[in-house]
């Protein structure tokens, strides 16, 4: 640290090197925080999380039987005596506005640049568009078969909305004129994955259960921009209909924050990292990953553009959330706390802060462990909690050893 | 770390986990904790072993390992830290709240663990929950989750449902209450209605049968009643002089009823005597009365007194004059003196007894019908409307229920004491029960009646004796031995006859029974019997003649010209004719001893075999653990047993003799016994090495798994499908054997 500390004094190196070293290793410490913590709200499992751009609001899809959503406010403590819980903004039951109340929220996400719109799918095939000042359905798109996922395009240009579900092809939705504007058409099967380059606002990436990775550019839309090819091409045949991503369904794909990678995740239990520009394997070998979440998108996360000097990959696995190193493969951490199977996750975009939503109605927070503080601050702390982490030896072993020697 | 300190915390764990004692023990406990503080890798240590302990799929270990726990999760902060870390896999280990995984048997230590680890998750989420975030989250599982919340609501971890649920339980017991008032409530209203209606009847009952008892017995002074039991008064004769002749006769019924019995000295005979026979007329019908000497107005007494009581009176004048036993006195009487030797008792009863008569019939018809109606319908409705009217708690109508029920009582206490003798309608005096014997007491004059009444006044301790009923029967016997009475005169004659026949009738079934000598009757019980036969029929035919049977005589073949000849009977023949064989089976005795051989269960051969037991062979002595023994006497001892009895002391002395014998040999050389040490190594091979812990491999020994041993074997199921394919065959050879085409292929 003070290395990095001179260094910076020194110009030695690039200026964003020493906050993003230490965003690194603060990310590579996370653990389930001591302050923070979500009331819970969903009586059944948190199917999706997502916070808005300024990483306050987090907005969570519950599959409890009439769907509920619930905005959770991060920065206001509403919990009692010291302990950060935070409390539910605004809540909403699919009893209000879903026209078929029987199905659970499947996806939720933010407008990625504001938080006066969001959007949802559910088990119902409407994808929903939703004012949150009046938390009114303002937009419905109705789809023949089930969504499994559906992602709000980042970029500046274009307000698309891809759409991927049952139907072997990705729809895109126009916000603005509230119509599919266009479908790409080029997977076999149904589509399982979509991710928006954080890069190029018109790439997108999509993968299915047709175990390919294709990259699409929307305004090409005879076809597709490639077909990521697991094996580079060296021993499938060239022809691209039979280029494979995976040995089993694609149902994860996520953009690294600078746009540089790709990272796919299959029903194979691989992980595959790509390279974005190129569509190569970069063959960095994750091990064996268990995919538990086959039938549905199973949530990837990166580490915020803040702490990418050694990127980290969340994948929940089971009840844990598991943390890779991007490059390496290494596996960082495992972040366990939840009762049931994690189901959701969303990442603070600044900050070295995780939440989480699993089976069992939790929401955690995790975040790198407090700074150690100077003594002082060291002392007040003990007053207030310190004697629950102290050592309590009774006399008894005292006396027992006195007897004894 | 010290590989040998790592040796004893790991042995050290295992013993205690492994002792499957419920709770665990304290020197190794302490020993334990001493070396978990001791350094922090034996925390880590013990923690990796409690974790793989805990994984162990019997609940006596996971308990055990949990209690281990539980001891050091308070004191040592690296070992919550550690804990908590893996509280979902500790939680589902410990409190089975997951289906997946249930807590393993056996049963008993699950459900203690499950109880024992969520009271202790609380305690510590209590006080440690603030500084673990896990541990919090953990508990909050637990309480959110639908099995374990359901046990921390049965620990009363829950308050807030426990609350919820007395508060719950107390708002249905008001709702519970208020229910039952207002059913009680109805009910009164109900009860109330029900007196309403039936008083006036209840009372109109009572007041009839009062009015009934007035007119058998009838009240002329009601104060008189309140001194009855101190009433112990012979009747003067100055009072009876005051009182009418009614009101003397109410005081003899008074008397009676106080059980009370005066004896008078009749001192004199008068011509007035009729009423004091009149008087004891009166006792025999039940309502004895002191003789009323000198009194007048016997009609009087006849018509406003007792049934039949002028008649009577008239009767016993005449009997009085009939039966009068003794000529003495009574010539002395009609002489006109008074007889002064003779004591006239008279016994008072302690029931009143009414009689029946044509005149009182409907009287006592209403009376009983009356009793019933009070007996049967009114005192259970009144004690029943006394229950409900108790459970309201009306005080007025309470005292007023209890009232009629008194009353009700005391009407049918009364009419207890009324012993009425039914169905013995106009019999006299000396009929009844109590008729008093009529003795000579010589009709007086009026001049002669104020000396024996004189004499009565000073004869005051036989009145005060109290009389029962059995002091009055065996009175009664005393006077039929005084042959001054007229029950004396009265039991001869009636007795010489009915004695006279009794005799008659035992001297001649005397004589019946000795007819014949002694040795005779003996003799005739002793003789055999047996049925008619042949041999009885030839009994007389002592020259041997043939029985009449035509014999064919089988030279000549023809059957009616054959000559026919005299049947020669030969000695013996002719004895065969007069002999029967009799077929001498002997007796059956039924078997008294059983084999008693021991057998393989513990138990001794129940078979009752008269020599030999199929199983254990001869039948032999044995003693009380079914070895055989020359001791045991009170076996049978057969001829066969006897025989082999001699060689019996070589298998007298069994295996566990020779063990015993070989242990002490052994023992007194200092050595293991041989083969004994075999056998023990040999089972130590398959002792468990944790011998405190519940086998939960071992098969449970259920009907079921018997059940399927059985049915499932190879054998049953070989033998079955033998007869299902033999049937099968048959079946199918029964079909098709007669087609040829079918015949063809075999």
């Given at each position: 640290?003070?290395?990095?500390?001179?260094?910076?004094?020194?110009?030695?190196?690039?200026?964003?090197?020493?906050?993003?070293?230490?965003?690194?290793?603060?990310?590579?410490?996370?653990?389930?925080?001591?302050?923070?913590?979500?009331?819970?709200?969903?009586?059944?499992?948190?199917n999706?999380?997502?916070?808005?751009?300024?990483?306050?609001?987090?907005i969570?899809?519950?599959?409890?039987?009439?769907?509920?959503?619930?905005?959770?406010?991060?920065?206001?403590?509403?919990?009692?005596?010291?302990?950060?819980?935070?409390?539910?903004?605004?809540?909403?039951?699919?009893?209000?506005n879903?026209?078929?109340?029987?199905?659970?929220?499947?996806?939720?996400?933010?407008?990625?640049?504001?938080?006066?719109?969001?959007?949802?799918?559910?088990?119902?095939?409407?994808?929903?568009?939703?004012d949150?000042?009046?938390?009114?359905?303002?937009?419905?798109?109705?789809?023949?078969?089930?969504?499994?996922?559906?992602?709000?395009?980042?970029?500046?240009?274009?307000?698309?909305?891809?759409v991927?579900?049952?139907?072997?092809?990705?729809?895109?939705?126009?916000?603005?004129?509230?119509?599919?504007?266009?479908?790409?058409?080029?997977?076999?099967?149904?589509?399982?994955?979509?991710?928006?380059?954080?890069?190029?606002?018109?790439?997108?990436?999509s993968?299915?259960?047709?175990?390919?990775?294709?990259?699409?550019?929307?305004?090409?839309?005879?076809?597709?921009?490639?077909?990521?090819?697991?094996h580079?091409?060296s021993?499938?045949?060239?022809?691209?209909?039979?280029?494979?991503?995976?040995?089993g369904?694609?149902?994860?794909?996520?953009?690294?924050?600078?746009?540089?990678?790709?990272?796919?995740?299959?029903t194979?239990?691989?992980?595959?990292?790509?390279?974005?520009v190129?569509?190569?394997?970069?063959?960095?070998?994750?091990?064996?990953?268990?995919?538990?979440?086959?039938?549905?998108?199973?949530?990837?996360?990166?580490?915020?553009?803040?702490?990418?000097?050694?990127?980290?990959?969340?994948?929940?696995?089971?009840?844990?959330?598991?943390?890779?190193?991007?490059?390496?493969?290494?596996?960082?951490?495992?972040?366990?706390?939840?009762?049931?199977?994690?189901?959701?996750?969303?990442?603070?975009?600044?900050?070295?802060?995780?939440?989480?939503?699993?089976?069992?109605?939790?929401?955690?927070?995790?975040?790198?462990?407090?700074?150690r503080?100077?003594?002082?601050?060291?002392?007040?702390?003990?007053?207030?909690?310190?004697?629950v982490?102290?050592?309590?030896?009774?006399?008894?072993?005292?006396?027992?050893?006195?007897?004894?020697? | 770390?010290?590989?040998?300190?790592?040796?004893?915390?790991?042995?050290?764990?295992?013993?205690?986990?492994?002792?499957?004692?419920?709770?665990?023990?304290d020197?190794?406990?302490?020993?334990?904790?001493?070396?978990?503080?001791?350094?922090?890798?034996?925390?880590?240590?013990?923690?990796?072993?409690?974790?793989?302990?805990?994984?162990?799929?019997?609940?006596?270990?996971?308990?055990?390992?949990?209690?281990?726990?539980?001891?050091?999760?308070?004191?040592?902060?690296?070992?919550?830290?550690?804990?908590?870390?893996?509280?979902?896999?500790v939680?589902?280990?410990?409190?089975?709240t997951?289906?997946?995984?249930?807590?393993?048997?056996?049963?008993?230590?699950?459900?203690?663990?499950?109880?024992?680890?969520?009271?202790?998750i609380?305690?510590?989420?209590?006080?440690?929950?603030?500084?673990?975030?896990?541990?919090?989250?953990?508990?909050?599982?637990?309480?959110?989750?639908?099995?374990?919340?359901?046990?921390?609501?049965?620990?009363?971890?829950?308050?807030?449902?426990?609350?919820?649920?007395?508060?719950?339980?107390?708002?249905?017991?008001?709702?519970?209450?208020a229910?039952?008032?207002?059913?009680?409530?109805?009910?009164?209203?109900?009860?109330?209605?029900?007196?309403?209606?039936?008083?006036?009847?209840?009372?109109?009952?009572?007041?009839?049968?009062?009015?009934?008892?007035?007119?058998?017995?009838?009240?002329?002074?009601?104060?008189?009643?309140?001194?009855?039991?101190?009433?112990?008064?012979?009747?003067?004769?100055?009072?009876?002089?005051?009182?009418?002749?009614?009101?003397?006769?109410?005081?003899?019924?008074?008397?009676?009823?106080?059980?009370?019995?005066?004896?008078?000295?009749?001192?004199?005979?008068?011509?007035?005597?009729?009423?004091?026979?009149?008087?004891?007329?009166?006792?025999?019908?039940?309502?004895?009365?002191?003789?009323?000497?000198?009194?007048?107005?016997?009609?009087?007494?006849g018509?406003?007194?007792?049934?039949?009581?002028?008649?009577?009176s008239?009767?016993?004048?005449?009997?009085?004059?009939?039966?009068?036993?003794?000529p003495?006195?009574?010539?002395?009487?009609?002489?006109?003196?008074?007889?002064r030797?003779?004591?006239?008792?008279?016994?008072?009863?302690?029931?009143?007894?009414?009689?029946?008569?044509?005149?009182?019939?409907?009287?006592?018809?209403?009376?009983?019908?009356?009793?019933?109606?009070?007996?049967?319908?009114?005192?259970?409705?009144?004690?029943?409307?006394?229950?409900?009217l108790?459970?309201?708690?009306?005080?007025?109508?309470?005292?007023?229920?209890i009232?009629?029920?008194?009353?009700?009582?005391?009407?049918?206490?009364?009419?207890?004491?009324?012993?009425?003798?039914?169905?013995?309608?106009?019999?006299s005096?000396?009929?009844?029960?109590?008729?008093?014997?009529?003795?000579?007491?010589?009709?007086?004059?009026?001049?002669?009646?104020?000396?024996?009444?004189?004499?009565?006044?000073?004869?005051?301790?036989?009145?005060?004796?109290?009389?029962?009923?059995?002091?009055?029967?065996?009175?009664?016997?005393?006077?039929?031995?005084?042959?001054?009475?007229?029950?004396?005169?009265?039991?001869?004659?009636?007795?010489?006859?009915?004695?006279?026949?009794?005799?008659?009738?035992?001297?001649?079934?005397?004589?019946?029974?000795?007819?014949?000598?002694?040795?005779?009757?003996?003799?005739?019980?002793?003789?055999p019997?047996?049925?008619?036969?042949?041999?009885?029929?030839?009994?007389d035919?002592?020259?041997?003649?043939?029985?009449?049977?035509?014999?064919?005589?089988?030279?000549?073949v023809?059957?009616?010209?054959?000559?026919?000849?005299?049947?020669?009977?030969?000695?013996?023949?002719?004895?065969?004719?007069?002999?029967?064989?009799i077929?001498?089976?002997?007796?059956f005795?039924?078997v008294?001893?059983?084999?008693?051989?021991?057998?393989?269960?513990?138990?001794?051969?129940?078979?009752?075999?008269?020599?030999?037991?199929?199983?254990?062979?001869?039948?032999?002595?044995?003693?009380?653990?079914?070895?055989?023994?020359?001791?045991?006497?009170?076996?049978?001892?057969?001829?066969?047993?006897t025989?082999?009895?001699?060689?019996?002391?070589s298998?007298?002395i069994?295996?566990?003799?020779?063990?015993?014998?070989?242990?002490?040999?052994?023992?007194?050389?200092?050595?293991?016994?041989?083969?004994?040490?075999?056998g023990?190594?040999?089972?130590?091979?398959?002792?468990?090495?944790?011998?405190?812990?519940?086998?939960?491999a071992a098969?449970?020994?259920?009907?079921?798994?018997?059940?399927?041993?059985?049915?499932?074997?190879?054998?049953?199921?070989?033998?079955?499908?033998?007869?299902?394919?033999?049937?099968?065959?048959?079946?199918?050879?029964?079909?098709?054997?007669?087609?040829?085409?079918?015949?063809?292929?075999?």
């Amino acid at each position: 640290m003070l290395q990095l500390l001179t260094a910076r004094e020194c110009g030695l190196g690039p200026p964003w090197f020493l906050p993003r070293s230490y965003g690194s290793q603060r990310f590579s410490e996370l653990e389930l925080s001591k302050e923070k913590e979500l009331g819970r709200f969903h009586s059944a499992a948190v199917n999706s999380l997502d916070l808005d751009c300024d990483g306050r609001y987090l907005i969570s899809g519950g599959g409890d039987v009439p769907g509920s959503i619930a905005i959770h406010d991060t920065a206001r403590p509403a919990g009692e005596k010291g302990l950060y819980v935070c409390g539910v903004t605004v809540s909403t039951y699919g009893t209000q506005n879903h026209t078929d109340t029987s199905h659970a929220v499947s996806v939720v996400q933010w407008f990625p640049h504001d938080t006066g719109i969001f959007t949802t799918t559910s088990g119902d095939r409407y994808l929903k568009i939703w004012d949150t000042n009046d938390l009114l359905v303002v937009e419905k798109f109705k789809f023949k078969n089930p969504i499994y996922t559906h992602v709000m395009s980042t970029g500046t240009s274009h307000t698309l909305t891809a759409v991927g579900g049952g139907e072997c092809k990705i729809t895109l939705c126009d916000l603005v004129s509230g119509a599919s504007s266009h479908v790409l058409e080029g997977h076999s099967k149904p589509v399982m994955a979509l991710a928006w380059s954080t890069a190029c606002e018109h790439v997108l990436a999509s993968g299915s259960q047709d175990n390919s990775v294709v990259l699409w550019d929307i305004r090409k839309a005879n076809g597709p921009l490639t077909k990521l090819d697991q094996h580079n091409g060296s021993r499938a045949s060239s022809d691209p209909s039979v280029t494979v991503a995976h040995g089993g369904s694609v149902n994860g794909l996520c953009f690294s924050p600078d746009g540089l990678h790709l990272v796919s995740f299959g029903t194979d239990d691989r992980l595959r990292l790509w390279d974005a520009v190129t569509g190569k394997n970069t063959l960095v070998n994750y091990g064996r990953v268990f995919n538990t979440l086959p039938k549905q998108n199973c949530p990837l996360a990166f580490s915020p553009l803040s702490s990418t000097l050694h990127p980290i990959i969340c994948i929940p696995v089971g009840g844990e959330v598991l943390m890779f190193h991007l490059t390496t493969g290494k596996k960082v951490k495992s972040l366990s706390g939840h009762f049931g199977k994690v189901h959701s996750l969303a990442v603070h975009p600044v900050e070295q802060e995780l939440y989480s939503g699993g089976t069992d109605a939790n929401i955690l927070c995790w975040m790198p462990p407090p700074p150690r503080k100077p003594s002082l601050d060291r002392a007040r702390r003990s007053n207030a909690t310190g004697a629950v982490y102290e050592d309590a030896w009774s006399s008894d072993e005292d006396n027992d050893d006195d007897g004894r020697h | 770390m010290d590989v040998s300190v790592r040796k004893e915390l790991s042995d050290l764990v295992e013993k205690m986990t492994h002792s499957g004692s419920p709770s665990l023990d304290d020197t190794q406990l302490k020993k334990l904790k001493r070396l978990c503080r001791s350094s922090d890798a034996n925390v880590r240590a013990v923690y990796e072993l409690f974790m793989a302990d805990l994984a162990k799929k019997h609940a006596e270990v996971r308990l055990s390992a949990f209690q281990i726990a539980a001891e050091l999760f308070p004191r040592s902060h690296l070992f919550r830290q550690l804990l908590t870390g893996e509280f979902q896999r500790v939680a589902e280990l410990v409190t089975g709240t997951e289906s997946r995984h249930p807590l393993p048997p056996p049963a008993p230590a699950a459900s203690r663990l499950k109880e024992t680890s969520l009271l202790a998750i609380r305690q510590w989420n209590e006080k440690f929950g603030e500084g673990y975030p896990k541990l919090r989250l953990g508990f909050n599982h637990l309480k959110h989750s639908k099995k374990a919340s359901l046990w921390l609501s049965f620990l009363s971890v829950d308050f807030e449902r426990l609350v919820a649920q007395t508060e719950a339980v107390r708002r249905q017991s008001t709702a519970r209450d208020a229910r039952r008032d207002a059913l009680a409530q109805q009910r009164l209203s109900e009860v109330h209605a029900e007196i309403a209606d039936q008083k006036y009847d209840i009372e109109s009952v009572l007041k009839e049968m009062e009015s009934c008892f007035d007119i058998l017995v009838p009240r002329f002074f009601p104060e008189e009643e309140e001194c009855l039991p101190s009433l112990q008064r012979t009747p003067t004769r100055e009072t009876l002089a005051e009182a009418g002749s009614e009101k003397a006769e109410f005081r003899g019924r008074v008397l009676s009823s106080d059980g009370s019995f005066a004896s008078l000295e009749s001192g004199g005979g008068s011509e007035g005597g009729g009423e004091g026979e009149e008087g004891e007329d009166d006792a025999g019908k039940g309502v004895k009365e002191e003789g009323n000497k000198g009194e007048k107005g016997a009609e009087d007494e006849g018509e406003v007194g007792e049934e039949g009581g002028s008649e009577s009176s008239d009767e016993s004048d005449v009997e009085w004059e009939e039966v009068d036993p003794l000529p003495g006195p009574s010539s002395l009487k009609e002489n006109g003196f008074v007889y002064r030797g003779t004591n006239i008792s008279i016994q008072l009863p302690t029931k009143i007894l009414v009689e029946e008569t044509e005149d009182n019939t409907s009287v006592l018809t209403a009376l009983s019908e009356s009793r019933h109606l009070l007996k049967d319908t009114y005192l259970p409705r009144v004690n029943r409307w006394l229950e409900w009217l108790t459970k309201a708690g009306d005080e007025k109508d309470l005292k007023e229920m209890i009232d009629i029920k008194s009353n009700i009582l005391d009407v049918l206490e009364k009419h207890k004491k009324f012993n009425i003798a039914m169905s013995k309608s106009t019999h006299s005096g000396e009929a009844g029960p109590l008729s008093l014997p009529l003795c000579p007491s010589p009709p007086h004059s009026p001049s002669s009646t104020t000396d024996s009444q004189s004499s009565i006044i000073h004869r005051p301790t036989t009145t005060t004796a109290t009389t029962t009923r059995e002091s009055l029967r065996s009175r009664e016997r005393e006077l039929e031995q005084d042959p001054t009475t007229i029950q004396a005169q009265l039991g001869a004659l009636h007795g010489k006859s009915s004695d006279a026949r009794v005799q008659g009738m035992a001297e001649y079934s005397k004589q019946q029974l000795t007819d014949g000598s002694e040795g005779q009757t003996t003799a005739i019980s002793n003789v055999p019997v047996v049925p008619f036969d042949m041999d009885l029929y030839h009994w007389d035919n002592s020259e041997g003649k043939p029985p009449p049977i035509k014999k064919v005589c089988m030279s000549s073949v023809h059957q009616y010209w054959g000559s026919e000849r005299d049947i020669e009977l030969s000695e013996d023949e002719k004895a065969l004719l007069r002999c029967r064989t009799i077929q001498f089976t002997g007796k059956f005795e039924p078997v008294k001893w059983s084999c008693r051989a021991p057998l393989p269960s513990g138990r001794l051969c129940p078979r009752r075999d008269r020599f030999k037991c199929p199983f254990h062979g001869p039948i032999i002595a044995r003693d009380d653990q079914g070895r055989p023994s020359q001791t045991a006497t009170d076996e049978p001892s057969t001829s066969g047993k006897t025989s082999t009895q001699p060689d019996a002391p070589s298998s007298n002395i069994s295996e566990a003799d020779y063990n015993d014998i070989e242990a002490a040999v052994f023992a007194s050389k200092g050595l293991e016994p041989p083969t004994q040490q075999k056998g023990k190594k040999r089972k130590g091979g398959r002792q468990k090495k944790h011998p405190g812990l519940t086998d939960i491999a071992a098969q449970t020994d259920t009907p079921r798994n018997r059940l399927e041993h059985r049915i499932f074997s190879k054998r049953a199921v070989k033998r079955v499908a033998d007869v299902i394919d033999a049937a099968n065959a048959r079946r199918h050879r029964d079909k098709f054997g007669d087609s040829f085409n079918y015949a063809l292929e075999k």
